[in-house]
T-cell receptor, first 115, second 114 residues
């Protein structure tokens, strides 16, 4: 596609349920990033993929969070046993290379609400 | 570690007013600096960037100069429009840390009124 695509755009779930958020990056982009945007907290880095490997998982807030990327393309962020504090907008971004000057292209995000 | 501090909002301006959003950073090595903008209902998009000291990034009438001596990258626009209403994020990427993801400030919400 022309841009980074994320789904679902909105997800409402009950506390304790598992959720999966999907990101389809721009074709050919090797680097993929997940961020979380909470009200008043700015953007919090979660995890980064170069190809299918994740050299930096330091931002995952707990072991309930995991992510994978297959075929160097689509990535899935999974949150198990969701808690109310997981409510946020989850943003995915990709870029062509890992060079630090490369622009990150963001999707529109997946808004997660945990009741 | 790397960090970005930007002025807290919200900022409310009248149309055609001058805009400054302050941004300072702490980083190891020689970071690249960015301003991203998030318009209502849209994803973040790059507004401008600067990759070395004294570089000036500019786009859509916005400017920011990479000041190494003051570790700053303030965003300015001479005459804002209603369509500039958005949330603005300052960010850095530090080459010395390898494939470090962008580190963002908390964002500054700008509202421009006619």
């Amino acid at each position: 596609g022309a841009g980074v695509s994320q789904s679902p755009s909105n997800k409402v779930t009950e506390k304790g349920k598992d959720v999966e958020l999907r990101c389809d990056p721009i074709s050919g982009h090797t680097a993929l990033y997940w961020y979380r945007q909470s009200l008043g907290q700015g953007l919090e880095f979660l995890i980064y993929f170069q190809g299918n490997s994740a050299p930096d998982k330091s931002g995952l807030p707990s072991d309930r969070f995991s992510a994978e990327r297959t075929g160097g393309s689509v990535s899935t962020l999974t949150i198990q046993r969701t808690q109310q504090e997981d409510s946020a907008v989850y943003l995915c971004a990709s870029r062509y290379s890992s060079a630090n000057t490369g622009e990150l292209f963001f999707g529109e995000g997946s808004r997660l609400t945990v009741l | 570690g790397n960090s970005v501090t930007q002025m807290e909002g919200p900022v409310t301006l009248s149309e055609e007013a001058f805009l400054t959003i302050n941004c300072t950073y702490t980083a190891t090595g020689y970071p690249s600096l960015f301003w991203y903008v998030q318009y209502p209902g849209e994803g973040l998009q790059l507004l401008l960037k600067a990759t070395k000291a004294d570089d000036k990034g500019s786009n859509k009438g916005f400017e920011a100069t990479y000041r190494k001596e003051t570790t700053s990258f303030h965003l300015e626009k001479g005459s804002v429009q209603v369509s500039d209403s958005a949330v603005y994020f300052c960010a850095l990427s530090s080459y010395s840390s390898g494939n470090t993801p962008l580190v963002f400030g908390k964002g500054t919400r700008l509202s421009v009124i006619a």
